[in-house]
Nanobody
Framework: QVQLVESGGGLVQAGGSLRLSCAAS????????MGWFRQAPWKEREFVAT????????AYAGSVKGRFTASRDNAKNTVYLQMNSLKSEDTDVYYC?????????????????WGQGTQVTVSS
């Protein structure tokens, strides 16, 4: 069982930056690929980024590529999402998720564990 807790959300002006963190419990964090998704109440959950269990492989949604960077520190059981050049359309609740595979997926159904989410609001 893995528990995930996101932090780092908040209110930021357009063009600004935030770094989200997702802390995982358990001793097998390095065996999980991790993903970041986002969702507004009226929308489907949307893939943002994924990072392999080693941290060597990442993939991003086209809408965030070049602006967001996923990374992880397996010694700290933590995965990060650095978000730069934020836009108003990035406003959402952001979730981290863990999958018991080497590589992550763009599909939310591939993930076994989810955090509770953290709100990111970008003002224009």
């Amino acid at each position: 069982q893995v528990q995930l807790v996101e932090s780092g959300g908040g209110l930021v002006q357009a063009g600004g930056s935030l770094r989200l963190s997702c802390a995982a419990s358990g001793r097998t964090f390095s065996s999980y690929a991790m993903g970041w998704f986002r969702q507004a109440p009226w929308k489907e959950r949307e893939f943002v980024a994924t990072i392999s269990w080693s941290g060597e492989n990442t993939a991003y949604a086209g809408s965030v590529k070049g602006r967001f960077t996923a990374s992880r520190d397996n010694a700290k059981n933590t995965v990060y999402l650095q978000m730069n050049s934020l836009k108003s359309e990035d406003t959402d609740v952001y979730y981290c998720a863990g999958a018991r595979t080497e590589y992550g997926s763009v599909w939310s159904s591939a993930y076994d564990y989810w955090g509770q989410g953290t709100q990111v609001t970008v003002s224009s």
